[in-house]
């Protein structure tokens, strides 16, 4: 069953199917093994990507997909100086957070 967020009250749910997510999650895991840095904050993740064109054009893909799928999620970019670092944040409330922690972290 479906928890609802504190925040926005939708449902912590992923609303793929459970063979789209099989295909997903290969996605995800590929654009998540690039990651120079993941840390915890108190109400999501921050996860460190090399700077560069392809990296951007990825995780605005990500975003634009988990936007539909995961509604409960929060997303943040923060682009470093001179193509440094990207940060991607994922936020949410606490039961959000551990839908990210075993989807993404």
Do not use: W, Y
């Amino acid at each position: 069953m479906a928890k609802k967020s504190e925040s926005s009250n939708l449902p912590i749910a992923c609303n793929l199917s459970s063979q789209d997510l099989a295909r997903r999650q290969q996605v995800i895991r590929a654009l998540f093994q690039k990651t120079l840095e993941r840390r915890e904050s108190e109400d999501g993740f921050d996860f460190t990507f090399p700077g560069g064109d392809v990296i951007v054009a990825e995780l605005l893909d990500f975003i634009r997909f988990e936007r539909k799928c995961c509604q409960f999620l929060s997303f943040e970019l923060a682009f470093e100086p001179a193509e440094g670092p990207i940060h991607l944040r994922l936020l949410g409330c606490k039961d959000a957070k551990e839908a990210v922690r075993q989807i993404f972290a």
